[in-house]
């Protein structure tokens, strides 16, 4: 396999080559091609310590450079990593060489859900359930404040027990991309799924342009074709303008309101999300306690409980090799876009024991009058007790080990006001740091 490894940056770590086989980075094992586009090249792939089959994208950074990617890139790796959700394909790590970059990220079989409509329409029961299993997963989306953009079937993966898995978020925006009218304004996405006040090109809000899009995903999946379509582009542009479209005779009552609902030409009037889940065809079968929740909003004996939250006890847990050589070079920086956009103050690094690190943290918090509380051996919440403008401030510490003598501490914000966390960060706890701290994401590191 070509150059997938650089080992300047490994010590003396090889990749390991078996026929078409290769390893990376000591974890996981190359196998199979599954796809390739222009700059980038998935493969199948196994976590050599959990076994797990993943799939792994691999980018060639020169190649991106050169079809001006690197920001779709950066702004999907941002994305996957805030939208954990079990109807999205999750991002588990990113890794990094100097010319490559690895995506290792959950391996769908189930192939695409337009597969199914190409050989026809579905039954309303399953076009219900992957539209129950679609509006869940969107709705999270745009509560983490990411907009698709870009829905439609051939986005719709689907696992081997047959859940909706929603993929590629390179045309995605986040709210930081609004502007100050408080809208989007770039345009993209699939025309023949894309709403009408996209296609004019005067801004859109991106939440309820994704409602439009998952009401053009429903007529499809009941119909088997599109609702707006013609040979000619400007005929259908004309045709989704003025919502012009008819109803086969076997859709039901109640879908056929829903579908009314949503592809309505004024966004204004569309029905949200909260409508959606109102109405009586898309409550039929619908299992209210199986809805994913929001991870900021568990309290923590949800967390405690939550088995993907707990960690090894061994050892902290390894900061990602990639998140080390973004945060800390200025070549390919991606860090900025991680975690709503990670501000200076909320990433530093450390040469001190991890413990030693730990009790800081602590004594800090206790200083600054925040209660502590021990979410996992190497994370710590800490508690604030006066009330903000947007409720008590709680910030979550965790230690990274990168090396023996090297740890990475990641910030960041639980619940609370934005402006109070910052002022947190910058005014309280980078001065209470310093004796501990090597060098603070974005400044240069100490000098021995």
Same mark, same amino acid.
């Given at each position: ?141 745009? *509560?983490? #404040? /990411?907009?698709?953009?870009? &829905?439609?079937?051939?986005? +719709?993966?689907?696992?081997? %027990?047959?859940?909706? $898995? ?46 439009? *899009?998952? #009401? /053009?995903?429903?007529?499809? &999946?009941?119909?088997?074709? +599109?609702?707006?379509?013609? %040979?000619?582009?400007? $005929? ?68 405690? $409980? ?143």
């Amino acid at each position: 396999m070509e150059d997938i490894l650089d080992n300047s940056q490994h010590g003396n770590q090889k990749p390991l080559v078996n026929g078409t086989r290769s390893m990376i980075f000591g974890k996981y094992e190359m196998g199979r091609l599954l796809g390739q586009g222009t700059f980038a090249k998935v493969y199948y792939g196994k976590n050599l310590e959990s076994n797990e089959s993943v799939a792994i994208k691999v980018i060639n950074k020169d190649q991106a450079n050169k079809e001006c990617m690197i920001e779709q890139i950066q702004r999907e790796i941002a994305v996957m990593h805030l939208v954990r959700h079990p109807n999205i394909v999750e991002l588990k790590e990113v890794m990094a060489t100097k010319q490559k970059i690895f995506f290792s990220m959950e391996c769908i079989k189930g192939g695409e859900l337009f597969a199914k409509i190409v050989r026809g329409k579905l039954k309303e029961d399953v076009a219900r359930k992957y539209f129950q299993q679609l509006i869940s997963a969107v709705d999270f989306c745009h *509560s983490r #404040g /990411v907009y698709h953009r870009d &829905l439609k079937p051939e986005n +719709l993966l689907l696992d081997e %027990e047959g859940n909706l $898995k929603i993929s590629d978020f390179g045309l995605s925006a986040l709210h930081e991309h609004q502007r100050q009218d408080g809208l989007l304004h770039t345009q993209c996405g699939t025309p023949a799924y894309v709403a009408p006040e996209v296609l004019r090109k005067k801004g859109y809000d991106g939440a309820k342009a994704d409602i439009w *899009s998952c #009401g /053009v995903i429903l007529y499809v &999946l009941l119909a088997g074709f +599109l609702p707006f379509q013609d %040979e000619n582009m400007m $005929k259908m542009y004309r045709k989704i303008f003025k919502a012009e479209y008819e109803f086969p005779p076997w859709f039901s009552p109640d879908a056929k309101r829903l579908i009314s609902k949503l592809l309505v030409v004024d966004p204004a009037k569309r029905i949200s999300i909260s409508g959606i889940m109102r109405s009586p065809w898309f409550l039929k079968s619908f299992n209210r306690s199986s809805s994913f929740l929001v991870r900021e909003n568990l309290d923590l004996k949800d967390e405690l $409980k939550d088995p993907e939250l707990v960690r090894s006890k061994s050892s902290p847990p390894f900061y990602n090799a990639f998140d080390l050589i973004s945060s800390m070079s200025s070549g390919f920086d991606l860090s900025n876009l991680f975690e709503n956009k990670r501000k200076s103050g909320s990433l530093f690094t450390s040469r001190c024991s991890v413990s030693a690190i730990m009790t800081k943290l602590e004594l800090v918090a206790k200083k600054l009058n925040f209660s502590v509380i021990s979410t996992k051996e190497y994370k710590v919440r800490l508690q604030g007790g006066c009330e903000g403008r947007k409720g008590k401030l709680s910030v979550v510490a965790e230690v990274f080990e990168v090396a023996p003598e090297v740890a990475v501490v990641e910030f960041s914000k639980s619940s609370g006001d934005t402006f109070e966390y910052r002022k947190f960060c910058d005014k309280e706890v980078r001065p209470a740091l310093k004796d501990i701290v090597w060098s603070w994401q974005g400044e240069n590191k100490c000098q021995d």
